[in-house]
């Protein structure tokens, strides 16, 4: 069943398994027919520190996505891109940030908390404070530098870097736009959730419908896995409380693995196509053990802060690609961990110049493999 192999109690789950069950969850078995809004809603958020990395996650995982559809979603203020799981930005429907960040302001106050700048700010009234950056972010969308500026002068003798910390750290945030439309650039403006939504965040906010989220879109999974995911702690009970609603696995190494009894868990022999994502994408960083879909590592791994898109080749992590533009044509460059299958390498090129296409239609195409392993 689905490659899990019988022993007396719970299931074990290969990795094979896993990878099959969370690339059916994450869309990525096969293109869905859902509106980009059901979509980012499915997959509990999208990471999107990266302004434009949604518009190719989405582009892998629906068919016939429009990348105005998101644009428009961003502008209407029914999607907004936020600070929220692992104090990262994610773009999250107006419905999910209203329920996810109250739960999630805890790891940012961890963060608030063990940072030497904000101890410098101690003595500074904490209520005070944040009416103070609420008031002037939500008066007029504000750049970080404009923040800053402002903070600094309602408190001239502190560090005014340590200042805008603080107030990011404190407040729900929404980054509006230009800041995330289809190749649109810019910089960060901010407000505040309340300002741009016109609703106040959920005042009784329900850990329990979070995990059962991060079940569905990245399960069967491990309580280290959902703290691994979210940036939160303590997750043991919550997940105890909900253990009526799910079902349990054990993975080969031996850890407790939780999901919802009628979510997809695919044969592991399914067939996976090549797949290409963006920036940071969730489904790469949602656990704590990645072994399910990153099964090997290049030779020379690029240095630990680099921004790198990934593809995927029978289900796992095979590489990194980027775009290079000149004038008047687009490459793909293709940098895989180890020498690829020649079937590989022609279905990669395949959906390749259907990535330009998308990326970059105005301009000619070329798919480039660069082996350096």
């Known amino acids: 069943m689905m490659g899990a192999r019988k022993r007396s109690g719970p299931q074990t789950l290969s990795a094979r398994a896993l990878n099959r069950a969370l690339l059916a969850r994450q869309m990525l078995l096969e293109r869905a027919s859902l509106s980009p809004l059901a979509a980012i809603e499915r997959l ?7 302004p434009q990395a949604p518009y190719c996650g989405l582009w892998s995982r629906l068919e016939g996505f429009v990348p105005e559809q998101l644009s428009e979603l961003i502008e209407s203020r029914r999607a907004v891109r936020i600070g929220s799981m692992r104090g990262t930005i994610h773009l999250l429907s107006a419905t999910d940030c209203r329920a996810f960040r109250p739960l999630l302001q805890p790891v940012f106050d961890r963060v608030l908390f063990s940072n030497m700048e904000a101890r410098s700010l101690r003595d500074v009234p904490r209520e005070e404070f944040i009416e103070a950056a609420r008031e002037a972010a939500e008066r007029s969308p504000l ?24 107030a990011q750290l404190s407040l729900p945030l ?6 995330g439309l289809w190749q649109r650039s810019g910089a960060a403006r901010v407000t505040t959730t309340r300002a741009w939504l016109g609703q106040p965040l959920d005042k009784s906010p329900a850990p329990e419908k979070l995990l059962l989220r991060y079940f569905a879109a990245f399960g069967p999974a491990s ?12 997750l043991s009970a919550v997940v105890d409380k909900l253990r009526p609603k799910l079902v349990s696995f054990v993975s080969e190494d031996g850890r407790e693995l939780f999901d919802l009894p009628e979510a997809p868990r695919p044969d592991e022999d399914v067939a996976a196509p090549v797949r290409f994502l963006p920036e940071f994408d969730n489904v790469t960083l949602a656990h ?6 990153i099964d090997s590592r290049p030779r020379n791994p690029p240095p630990e802060n680099a921004v790198l898109r990934t593809f995927l080749v029978e289900g796992f992590v095979a590489g990194y690609w980027k775009i290079v533009r000149d004038r ?31 990326a970059a239609p105005e301009l000619d195409h070329d798919v480039r493999i660069v082996v350096d392993c």
Do not use: N, Y
């Not at 509990?44 to 990266?50: C, K």
């Not at 750049?143 to 603080?166: F, M, N, Q, S, V």
């Not at 929404?174 to 800041?179: A, F, G, I, M």
């Not at 309580?223 to 303590?234: E, K």
């Open 44 to 50: 509990a958020g999208m990471q999107a520190q990266v």
């Open 143 to 166: 750049t970080w530098a404009e923040l800053r500026r402002h903070l600094a002068e309602r408190w001239p003798d502190r560090d005014a870097t340590a200042l805008l910390r603080a």
């Open 174 to 179: 929404v980054q509006v736009p230009p800041r």
């Open 223 to 234: 309580v280290a896995d959902a703290q691994a995911w979210s940036g939160l702690t303590r």
């Open 288 to 293: 704590a053990d990645r072994g399910r879909i």
């Open 328 to 358: 008047c044509r687009a490459t793909l460059q293709l940098e895989p961990f180890k020498p690829l299958a020649r079937q590989a390498e022609a279905t990669l090129g395949a959906e390749g110049e259907q990535l330009l296409a998308f």
